[in-house]
């Protein structure tokens, strides 16, 4: 029904920049919350930014200052800019969604399929 596809990890040297995209697309008719968690190996999943319909974003302690959450509304998308990357950030990052599918129902969480990113130190 609804699809999240995630895109721009890679490798980066310790105080590099990424910026990740996440595109939401398939049956949509509204999409609150988005955000961007991560998963280290051997850790739990973790918050990293959210960001409201209405552009309202909060962030992990760990990233502020330093990651910036953003979203295309009118393109149902998602972005990440990260910059002064640390080695501790290497993780696969993962687009979440709250979409609704129709005005008959309500909103339901989806997950992208993850993208590594890694820092080199």
């Known amino acids: 029904q609804v699809q999240l596809v995630e895109s721009g990890g890679g490798l980066v040297q310790a105080g590099g920049s990424l910026r990740l995209s996440c595109a939401a697309s398939?049956?949509?008719?509204?999409?609150?919350?988005m955000g961007w968690y991560r998963q280290a190996p051997g850790k739990q999943r973790e918050l990293v930014a959210t960001i409201t319909s209405g552009g309202s974003t909060n962030y992990a302690d760990s990233v502020k200052g330093r990651f910036t959450i953003s979203r295309d509304n009118a393109k149902n998308t998602v972005f990440l800019q990260m910059n002064s990357l640390k080695p501790e950030d290497t993780a696969v990052y993962y687009c979440?969604?709250?979409?609704?599918?129709?005005?008959?129902?309500?909103?339901?969480?989806?997950w992208g399929q993850g993208t590594q990113v890694t820092v080199s130190s």
């Open positions: 979440h969604g709250v979409v609704r599918t129709s005005p008959m129902f309500g909103s339901n969480d989806y």
């Open positions: 398939g049956r949509i008719f509204s999409i609150n919350d």
